[in-house]
């Protein structure tokens, strides 16, 4: 008898400590409205933020938040596979829909066709995560270097970003479309500031071809809206990113008191890519933002 009660009592004791033993993610039957959750595939496309690349005098060695982010993916359904077609030599949205060499495929032509040939091999791919524009949005911000073309116009470079922006997810959504029914989950990430308050420092200001505080949150916006459009997530890296710059971003803090007139040394303190800290953190998001859960854990009961 008082075993059985102390059986029961321990049962209790466990169903109320559930809570404590599930792990902050979203089960697959939680997903938001639409979502198709992990499938056999996952996808990632995108800048340096993808391979993980820095400038050569900052490189760590590690891979980008993509390899991160697979890691928890494969704790949803370890049979998972992972491919990584990023471009970390400068891809920016121009170059994603076709690049300078004419002998190679762009990247969105080899996404397009790795979600066809996976398809039909009746592998589903999903999630397809996405980094791009972030070396659009530099080209406006930093400041030029010997060799290369002076900044674009805000405007245009703004408005040209839109129109690429708007081809690339439009591609990749009917890439990832059959019968009216989206087949995997695709989500998009904005991007942070990795240069704020830098134009308020005089010395600056005349090396800047536009203030970042101003022009970067306008790239993100263009994000938000084009993606909102169609139904897709956007991961909202700028938020966690302020106030952390020093902890997640190579820039170095505090900025030096005067611009270095190296390019290397320009280069070097004034890189922009994430520390692995920083990886870290883009990782999370996508996986916070993606709605997926991993399996939640109870102790064995004794018998």
């Keep these: 008898m008082m075993r059985s009660l102390r059986r029961g009592l321990l049962i209790l004791m466990l169903i109320a400590l559930m809570p404590l033993f599930v792990l902050p993610t979203r089960a697959a039957n939680q997903l938001p409205p639409g979502n198709v959750g992990p499938g056999d595939v996952y996808l990632a496309l995108g800048d340096s933020l993808a391979t993980?690349?820095?400038?050569?005098?900052?490189?760590?060695?590690?891979?980008?938040?993509?390899?991160?982010?697979?890691?928890?993916?494969?704790?949803?359904?370890?049979?998972?596979?992972?491919?990584?077609?990023g471009v970390g030599s400068g891809e920016t949205s121009?170059?994603?829909?076709?690049?300078?060499?004419?002998?190679?495929?762009?990247?969105?032509?080899?996404?397009?066709?790795?979600?066809?040939?996976?398809?039909?091999?009746?592998?589903?791919?999903?999630?397809?995560?996405?980094?791009?524009?972030?070396?659009?949005?530099?080209?406006?911000?930093?400041?030029?270097?010997?060799?290369?073309?002076?900044?674009?116009?805000?405007?245009?470079?703004?408005?040209?970003?839109?129109?690429?922006?708007?081809?690339?997810?439009?591609?990749?959504?009917?890439?990832?479309t059959v019968e009216g029914q989206r087949t995997g989950d695709l989500l998009i990430m904005n991007y942070y500031n990795p240069y704020p308050g830098l134009y308020d420092l005089p010395a600056y200001q005349p090396f800047l071809p536009a203030n970042p505080d101003v022009e970067l949150p306008r790239f993100n916006a263009?994000?938000?809206?084009?993606?909102?459009?169609?139904?897709?997530?956007?991961?909202?890296?700028?938020?966690?990113?302020?106030?952390?710059?020093?902890?997640?971003?190579f820039v170095t803090r505090p900025y030096p008191a005067l611009p270095p007139f190296n390019p290397t040394d320009l280069e070097r303190l004034f890189d922009f890519h994430p520390r692995e800290a920083g990886h870290r953190v883009i990782a999370d998001q996508f996986f916070l933002t993606s709605g997926y859960r991993l399996k939640a854990f109870l102790p064995l009961v004794a018998q």
């Excluded at 080899?110 to 070396?135: D, H, K, M, W």
């Excluded at 994000?223 to 302020?242: L, M, W, Y």
């Design 222 to 249: 263009i994000i938000e809206e084009e993606a909102a459009a169609r139904g897709i997530a956007v991961v909202d890296v700028f938020t966690p990113f302020q106030g952390r710059e020093a902890e997640l971003i």
């Design 94 to 176: 121009s170059s994603f829909i076709a690049t300078e060499i004419v002998t190679e495929t762009s990247q969105l032509d080899r996404a397009v066709a790795f979600i066809t040939t996976e398809r039909t091999a009746g592998r589903v791919v999903s999630p397809v995560t996405l980094s791009i524009g972030g070396n659009d949005a530099a080209a406006v911000v930093q400041p030029p270097t010997p060799g290369n073309p002076p900044p674009p116009n805000v405007d245009q470079a703004l408005s040209l970003f839109r129109a690429n922006l708007s081809k690339i997810l439009d591609d990749l959504v009917a890439a990832l």
């Design 52 to 85: 993980g690349s820095e400038v050569a005098a900052n490189d760590d060695g590690l891979p980008g938040y993509p390899d991160l982010l697979f890691a928890s993916l494969r704790q949803i359904n370890p049979a998972m596979t992972f491919t990584n077609l």
